[in-house]
Each structure stands twice: as C-alpha cells, then as structure tokens.
C-alpha cells in the first residue's frame, strides 16, 4: 500500500476501508480523491458525508463482512451502514454506488476538497413535536429517522473536531454542554459503542446511522457530554469558532 491507504492499478488506485469496528472490511477502486463530493440535505448533512464514485459497482470489493450492513432508505437512495461501531459506509441507487470516504483506511478527508452536489431529495423526515414548555432559546436536535431527539438548554459557543478514528469516521462536530443542560426526549433507537480504554461511550441510531452524542464513564468528566451539532434543528454552526483536536495523535494507535 501507498501513502493514503491506496494501490496503483493503472490511472486508479484501491483503497482499504473498514466500518470502526473492523466487522466490515472492502477495497474500492476510484480514479482519484480530487473528485469527491458533499451533499446538504437533511441526512447527508448530518453525517458529513464525503462521496467518492466509482466508475462500476464492480469496483467494490468485500472483504469481510458481507450482508453485514444495515439499509437505511431515504428517498430513492439506500444507505449501508455498520450496526455495531455506526461507521456509514456507502449509499446505492438503481444505477450507481457511492462510497464514504470517511470510511477509507489512512485518507486525510481534511486535505480533501469537495463539490457540493445536491442529491436532489427534498423530501424532510417527519417534522417532531417538541414539548411546548420549552422556554424560547432552546434548541432542538434529533436523528434522521427521528428515533432520537433531545433538547439542549443553551446555546454553543464554539465546536470541536477531532481527526481521530472514530470522530473522522462520523463527521462529528462536537460542542460541550453540561450534561444537566440536556433533555432526551426519545432514544428509542440509540446504540451505544465503547472501543480501545472503553471511557467514551458512542450513541448513534441504530436506524438511521446518525451520530448523536457522546459522554464519559470517567468521573472527572461525567458532568460534561459530547453533542453532534449537526443534529441540531435550523443551527448554523458554522459561524462558531472551531478547535482542531488531533484526536489521532493519542495512543493507542488504532487498528480495524
């Protein structure tokens, strides 16, 4: 393999990939990763996906795991996702598969650059009722599919981004709220993951792949918990001042 987790075959190259977990394992060939694209509809955004295209189905190979993955429909696409660790891996339509880069092994996908090309869905997931006694300001986040919705009691001053496995992997962006300032209102599909030292437990939803929240079994850090703010209904959190934190750097080194 050469840098970047890639093998030269001609003028493409194949890359490894693994969900987290290491339960599904596959190489795709692609052309180049200078053609990658973003989308912003109401699920792609929320996982921060990275898509790259492979010229043929066929260049996608399994290598371990296959039929493992969970479907989730939205629209006329269906996407593939690991039900263990969360990591989404791919999305299929009736003519073409995409493949997340964020689940390709050794991709720097922050020196990537991608084209925002909307999917064209426009249909929202079902608009949630939240309790009516939230006082103005709150705001409100939940999953795609719905299956998880909670309310945070302040709003977020700054985010954080981590290069690590498992963060780089989701797409997550994370803000840093007291866990009291935090409502859950239905975690009916949560799917909770722990891996390497086990002090992080990981929720996503278990239907519809989307990264939720974090928070810590150390005692020192229980009173705080991770929020994926791209959940976040109607947030523009772009505007905040984000921390790089390099997540990768901190041992042990991962492995699928």
């Known amino acids: 393999m050469s840098a970047g987790g890639s ?18 394992k596959f190489t795709v060939k692609l052309t180049n990763l200078n053609h ?12 921060a996906y990275l898509w790259a295209h492979p010229a043929s189905n066929s260049d996608l190979t399994v290598l371990l795991g296959e039929g493992s993955l969970k479907s989730y429909q939205y629209g006329t696409s269906v996407h593939k996702f690991c039900p263990v ?19 390709l092994t050794d991709v720097d996908v922050e020196s990537l650059s991608a084209v925002v090309t909307p999917c064209g869905i426009t249909v929202e997931p079902s608009q949630l009722q ?33 290069n690590c496995s498992i963060c ?19 975690q009916t599909s949560l799917v ?11 929720g996503f939803c278990g239907t519809c792949s989307v990264p939720v929240w974090e928070y810590f079994l150390n005692p020192a850090k229980a ?11 109607d947030f523009e959190f772009a ?4 921390r790089v934190h390099n997540g990768k750097a901190t041992p042990p080194q991962y492995q699928a």
């Open 130 to 162: 939240f309790a009516m006694d939230s006082p103005p300001g709150d705001l409100h986040a939940t999953c795609h599919c719905g299956g998880i919705t909670y309310t945070l009691h302040m709003t977020p001053a700054a985010t954080k981004s981590c």
């Open 85 to 103: 660790c969360g990591t989404s891996i791919l999305c299929k339509t009736d003519k073409e598969i995409s493949v997340n880069v964020r689940s």
């Open 36 to 47: 990658i694209s973003s989308c912003n509809c109401s699920l792609c955004s929320r996982n």
């Open 7 to 24: 093998q030269n075959s001609g003028s493409s190259s194949v890359f490894a990939g693994n969900c987290h977990c290491g339960a599904f």
């Open 223 to 233: 009173h705080t918990m991770g929020i994926n703010v791209r959940a976040i209904a």
């Open 239 to 242: 505007r905040l001042p984000t």
């Open 192 to 202: 909770e993951y722990t891996f390497g030292r086990k002090q992080i437990v990981h």
């Open 168 to 186: 780089s992997r989701n797409g997550v962006l994370w803000a840093y709220p007291l866990t009291k300032d935090v409502t859950v209102r239905a």
